[in-house]
Structure formats: C-alpha cells, structure tokens
C-alpha cells in the first residue's frame, strides 16, 4: 500500500527505501501488474473528479461485489464483439486551419458534434456521426524530415533522456529470448506499433494484462484510431504533463510523436514552463486545453469552473470527454513509468516507432484478431497462498 | 457532472454498441460509461483496458485483495470519492 501511495503521488521513482520493501514481497511480475493497477486510478480518479461523476445508487454499486472476479469467457467475447461491430469509418479529428500553426477551426455548428442529449435519436449507424474527411498534416512540418527525427527533435530527446535514471527496476523482457504468451504478445505489438517499445517489454512480465491494456493506450494517444482530437493538439497535451510529471519516458515519446507531426521548435520548447499556457505560440483552443491539462494533471479540475467554462468554449463534450481521458491516461503513463523507471529508448528507436503519428485502423484490428487466435485455454490464476 | 451522461437506453450506432458491450459484459452501465461514451472507439479500450488491472481471472498474477487495496489507497491519495 506503501507503494501505491508513492505511485499515485508519483514518488515512487524516488524512493528505494519504498521499492526495497515492495521488491521484498512482490515478483517482477506482480510488481508490474500493481504499478499498473494503481495507474490506471490515476486515469480512473482524475477522469471521474475532472468530469465530476456522481456516485450511482446504493443498488447500482452493490452489482459491482458481482463483478469482482473478471470472467475469461466473457472477456473474450467482448473482444471478439470488437472485432464483429469494427465500425466502417472512424470520425475524424478537427482539421487544422491551413497557414497557421497551431490555429485550430473553432467548433462551428456545422461541423460540431454538439454533445448529444440524452433522448435524441443519433443517425442509424453513426454514433456521435463520421465524417469522411481525413486529417490534413501540420503545416508547421519541415521539408525533410520524412522518415526521421530532426536534429532538434533529436537533441530535445538526448535532453529529457539525461535526466532519466539508468536503472530500470524490473528487467525488461527481450522479444528475441521470448517465449509462449510473452513472444506472442511482443509479436502483436511490434505488428501493431512498428517496433517494441521498452515500456511493453516492461508489460509483458505481465502478457495478458499487457495485451489487453496496449490497444487503450494506442486509441488514447494516437491519430486514427476513433478519436475526436488532432494529433497535434494530443502531442502538446501529452508533453506538457510529462514536463508537470517530470516524467522522461512519456516526454522523449512525445517529442518523437511531435517530430512526425509537425509539432516541433519553439512550441514544444515552451511546454517545459508553466507560463506556456500565455503564449502566443498556441491558440486560444490550444491554451485552454493546456490549462484543463494541468488541472487534471494536479487532479484540481473538479474544483476550477472557470477553467472549464473556458474549455468549453473551444470544444464539444465528445472532445472534452477524451482530452480528460488522454489527460488522465498520461497521467498513468507518467506514473508508471517513473515508479518502475522505464528508460528511453535510443532516438533510431523512437524514429523507427513513429514515422508516423497516425495508427491504421487495420493494424489495431488485426492486433485484436491475433490476440483472440492466441487467446490461451487457461489463463494464470494468482498465487492463492499470497498474503 | 460536466458533460451530460449519455443514456444506454436511447443511444443507437456505435455508442449503443458500447453500452450493449459494457452491459454483457460487466453486468451493469456504470456512470464512467455513460460518459466515455461520446468518445465509442477510445471507450471499448478502457473498459478492456481496465479489466485485466481491476479484476482477477483475466490473466493477471495479483489478487483480488491486493488490487482491492492498492485502488482504495490510490483512491484516498487522490482524494477521490466516486
């Protein structure tokens, strides 16, 4: 418990007084899977507080008692069922305003998803509405850096690398050496992302957790998986709560993400102070999205109205909803990875796993396709003698 | 609440779909649910994202209990209620 208030505070990267007790108790595989559960409270908490949920009724939290032990057959159902309904088009994020960086077309009712009341029949077979239109690169990108990292891009990376610690606190697993459900999770990932990150060989002590866990991650930060938000605006959002988080892993990626689109120079500079949400180097869409960043981030949201009146202004609920969600996923990452002190990888790496921000829709179904192929006949059961 | 909560019972196309799925598969719709909603396609990753971390018997190697303990005192640092 020691250590989950340490990664909920994000000190637990600090304290090897913390680590030594938990690392006495916990296997490198349990240890992932509970840095993992206290992060995602750090998602759960902040996205609950920000939008400020109201609790259900007695009734409605008493069914939760008959949930507690997850149901494999189940699970697997609901990812085939993922597969089955893989809508035809996802909806596409803002399209940027052509000549100025960071300029974003304000919501118009025209285009605008306005939030959906609660009675109002939708268009049959559209959700919240698709809409065709794919999205317009940065024009803030340079000739040139196709394919790879910028020297600037580069030397920001080498940057927050410096300041990462050396030691990673669980081993990190090799795709080469990797066998059974671990070499198959590195499989589907590496086919999904292009490369194997060091975070999923950190999650894959822990493969059907981290399995299941990837696709959220890639939804949430990434263009092109059914997001409503610019890539451009989720690279600042997510760099400016790695900087309040001084979190490198999450930052370095970032500025990976940033390079491939578009989002480099002075404007990324800028997330690394406090001050960036005056600047006029971002919009008035881009500051108010920085500030309700900050806010979720320090989890003060649910108490800051005017800060969300603001937000208001600029986006529609189906944006609101998942900026907070990215926020408080960052937030996770961040956490995650500092408590078990993930390192960078080196820059050709990160350049091999975002030559572009943008993730194939077909790529994440085809993931969920092997990870139903290879769904095991048993799953490991915990260790029941465990204290 | 900051946004409206989305309604399970008058929902169509892909947030129905959501809320279908959510239902069989947990037993209920709870609020969180209600208001991933406007985002379909980033939700059904939440919820498969949050299963195997929350709950025993989808592949993890930590108990109930353990989770149990680690989400209140998470929770109680976060200053959390819901």
Redesign the interface.
């Given at each position: 418990?020691l250590?989950?208030?340490h990664?909920?505070?994000n000190t637990a990267g600090e304290r090897e007084d913390v680590f030594a007790e938990v690392r006495r108790e916990f296997?490198n595989?349990?240890l992932v899977?509970?840095t993992?559960?206290?992060g995602?409270?750090?998602?759960?908490?902040?996205?609950?507080?920000?939008?400020?949920?109201?609790?259900?009724e007695q009734g409605?939290v008493d069914?939760i008692r008959?949930?507690?032990?997850?149901?494999?057959k189940?699970?697997k159902?609901?990812?085939a069922?993922?597969v089955e309904?893989w809508?035809r088009a996802?909806?596409s994020p803002l399209i940027p305003l052509p000549g100025g960086e960071g300029s974003m077309k304000p919501p118009s009712p025209s285009r605008c998803r306005a939030?959906?009341?609660?009675?109002?029949?939708?268009?049959?077979?559209?959700?919240?509405g698709v809409r065709e239109a794919t999205v317009a690169r940065c024009p803030g990108r340079r000739a040139g850096d196709e394919g790879g990292l910028t020297g600037e891009s580069r030397q920001r990376i080498a940057d927050a690398t410096s300041t990462a610690p050396a030691d990673c606190r669980v081993p990190l697993l090799d795709p080469a050496l990797a066998t059974g459900d671990t070499a198959r999770f590195f499989a589907a990932a590496e086919r999904l992302l292009g490369s194997v990150p060091n975070a999923v060989r950190v999650w894959a002590h822990?493969?059907?957790?981290g399995k299941?866990?990837l696709?959220?991650?890639?939804?949430?930060e990434r263009a092109g998986?059914?997001?409503?938000l610019p890539a451009a605006l989720k690279v600042l959002v997510i760099a400016r709560i790695s900087h309040i988080n001084s979190a490198p892993y999450t930052l370095a990626h970032a500025l990976a993400v940033g390079n491939a689109e578009g989002v480099t120079g002075d404007r990324m500079e800028e997330l690394s102070a406090v001050q960036c949400v005056n600047s006029p180097r971002f919009s008035a869409s881009e500051r108010a999205a920085l500030v309700w960043a900050q806010h979720v981030a320090q989890?003060t949201a649910k108490h800051h109205d005017a800060v969300?009146g603001e937000l208001k202004r600029h986006y529609n609920?189906?944006e609101?909803?998942?900026l907070t969600?990215l926020c408080a996923e960052t937030n996770m990452v961040n956490r995650f990875c500092n408590a078990l002190r993930v390192p960078v990888e080196p820059a050709a790496e990160l350049s091999a796993l975002y030559g572009a921000s943008r993730i194939e829709p077909a790529r994440l179904t085809s993931y969920l396709e092997s990870v139903l192929a290879d769904w095991?006949r048993v799953?490991?059961?915990?260790?029941?003698t465990?204290t | 609440?900051?946004?409206?909560?989305?309604?399970p019972r008058?929902?169509?196309?892909?947030?129905?779909?959501f809320f279908e799925?959510t239902a069989?598969?947990?037993?209920?719709v709870?609020?969180?649910a209600c208001?991933?909603a406007?985002?379909?396609?980033?939700a059904?990753?939440?919820?498969?994202?949050?299963?195997?971390?929350?709950?025993?018997?989808?592949?993890?190697?930590?108990?109930?209990r353990?989770?149990?303990?680690?989400?209140l005192?998470?929770?109680h640092?976060?200053?959390?209620?819901?």
């Open positions: 418990m250590w989950a208030e990664v909920a505070r296997s595989a349990e899977e509970l993992g559960v206290c995602l409270f750090a998602v759960s908490n902040r996205f609950q507080d920000s939008m400020r949920l109201p609790i259900e409605e069914k008959q949930s507690v032990r997850a149901d494999p189940r699970l159902a609901y990812v069922r993922l309904h809508p996802f909806p939030s959906v009341p609660q009675c109002s029949p939708l268009p049959p077979g559209e959700g919240l822990v493969p059907h957790v299941l866990v696709p959220f991650f890639v939804a949430v998986c059914g997001g409503v989890n969300f609920d189906a609101i909803v998942e969600g095991p799953l490991p059961v915990p260790d029941a465990a | 609440m900051r946004v409206p909560l989305l309604n008058t929902a169509t196309g892909d947030v129905a779909r799925a069989l598969f947990r037993g209920r709870p609020n969180s208001t991933w406007y985002v379909p396609d980033i059904k990753f939440f919820l498969l994202a949050g299963t195997p971390l929350q709950r025993e018997g989808a592949g993890g190697v930590l108990s109930c353990i989770k149990e303990m680690a989400v005192k998470t929770s640092a976060n200053s959390c209620n819901y």
